[in-house]
Nanobody, 125 residues
């Protein structure tokens, strides 16, 4: 079973940057989609960005320029760089995996089979 472990969250001031990491283990799939999601208290989980085994990426439409998703295949790690952080970015951030290429519905949580435990990002103004 695929296992995902997020790290890199923390408390930062508005305007700062963070790089979140998602360590992927036991991934036996040659074709996959890895997504980053976030969930703020009282809100639904929303897709932020995704990358597939070919290296193709997709981003949430709004404010996409502040997020950069990348992967380091030898390290089996997917990263999410978030720049110019805003208080509204405060949320628990999760990575998730699916054993297929990312679809046009990549931002739906139901597309993914495996989830990590999340890493908290808190942005103060």
């Amino acid at each position: 079973q695929v296992q995902l472990v997020e790290s890199g969250g923390g408390s930062v001031q508005s305007g700062g940057s963070l790089r979140l990491s998602c360590a992927v283990s036991r991934n036996t799939y040659s074709t996959y989609c890895i997504g980053w999601f976030r969930q703020a208290p009282g809100k639904e989980r929303e897709g932020v960005a995704t990358i597939n085994s070919r290296g193709s990426t997709s981003y949430l439409d709004s404010d996409y320029s502040r997020f950069v998703i990348s992967q380091d295949n030898p390290k089996n790690t997917v990263y999410l760089q978030i720049n110019r952080l805003k208080p509204e970015d405060t949320a628990m951030y999760y990575c998730a995996a699916a054993p297929h290429y990312c679809s046009d519905s990549w931002y739906y949580p139901d597309e993914y089979h495996y989830w990590g435990q999340g890493t908290q990002v808190t942005v103060s103004s």
